[in-house]
């Protein structure tokens, strides 16, 4: 387990019957995509790592190893070697949060829920201790929490990579929901940055179709700020990020297939080539928002 603080609890070694073992209800991850090569890795050589579980009533509830789990269960296994802790489901769950945290494992409404779970739901503990806890400021956590009071359609937009995050936070700033969900949109189809929006909100911009041609003529104007040699240049850099990132994911996936029997190795590897990806889409959309700020008789 990554995450520094199972490796100081005091837990013992058994294998389990697969029917005794159960999702914890405050399980962060439920998605099980993407395991096709875990489940080859421990059909072919086995657990490397036990998945770490606490007892609770009857059962036992997993704490870190959901994934390790579930590939167990699609392989058919009858038992599974767990390492037991014992535990409260307070600390269980900041265990679990800690180590998806570091794994960098969660979307951003799946880290927004759980802090809010944390804090307002349950109780546990205030914002800063949540932040201590997780070596982020209180107010990383606190924007993130109030990011769930934004109207479902916004977070699906957000969930979507369609707005960026510090894009969003600016939205929080608006206290009508329908205003937020009006400007939500604009940002989307006018491809406004954080500056932009909050150039808009301290200006009381009414936020409608209407007027935004004109307040991005007057305010933002793209093409004064950013002249066309410019743009390209800016093309030409995010083309350049764009393949050296692709031939970066090359070389991880290479070295995954030559490494097939190293299981924790294979899983760094992944995590990174992951990160890689999104870094690329990341960028694709920033080059079709550099694309569109150019004139149309220039593209």
């Known amino acids: 387990m990554s995450s520094k603080y199972l490796t100081k609890l005091s837990s013992f070694s058994e294998e389990i019957d697969i029917r005794d073992i159960v999702l914890s209800p405050n399980n962060l991850r439920n998605e099980t995509n993407d395991i096709q090569s ?32 579930h590939a167990c269960r699609k392989l058919g296994w009858k038992k599974i070697p767990c390492n037991i802790v014992e535990l409260d489901s307070k600390t269980a769950f900041e265990i679990s949060l800690v180590e998806n945290i570091q794994r960098h494992s969660l979307t951003v409404l799946q880290e927004c829920t759980a802090f809010k779970k944390y804090v307002t739901d349950f109780g546990w503990g205030s914002v800063s201790d949540l932040a201590k806890k997780l070596s982020k400021s209180p107010s990383y956590v606190s924007k993130r929490m109030r990011l769930l009071e934004l109207p479902a359609e916004v977070l699906r937009l957000i969930s979507e990579s369609e707005i960026e995050i510090s894009t969003a936070e600016e939205l929080l700033t608006i206290k009508d929901k329908q205003k937020q969900h009006q400007m939500a949109v604009l940002v989307h189809d006018h491809h406004l940055s954080s500056k932009q929006v909050r150039q808009m909100v301290n200006k009381n911009s009414t936020y409608d179709d209407d007027n935004i041609d004109t307040y991005i003529e007057s305010e933002i104007d793209f093409q004064s700020q950013y002249p066309v040699e410019d743009q390209y240049v800016l093309l030409r850099s995010i083309d350049k990020a764009i393949i050296a990132l692709k031939n970066a994911v090359r070389k991880l996936i290479s070295l995954i297939q030559n490494d097939d029997e190293k299981w924790i190795l294979n899983e760094v590897l992944r995590q990174h080539k992951n990160m890689l990806v999104t870094q690329i889409d990341i960028l694709i959309k920033q080059r079709r928002k550099a694309l569109k700020l150019l004139h149309p008789r220039y593209l």
Do not use: F, K, M, P
């Not at 790592?49 to 704490?63: A, G, S």
């Open 38 to 69: 875990l489940i080859d890795s421990v059909g072919n050589i086995g657990l490397l790592q036990h998945i770490v579980v606490r007892t609770v009533d009857d059962h036992y509830e997993i704490i870190a190893g959901v994934r390790r789990y």
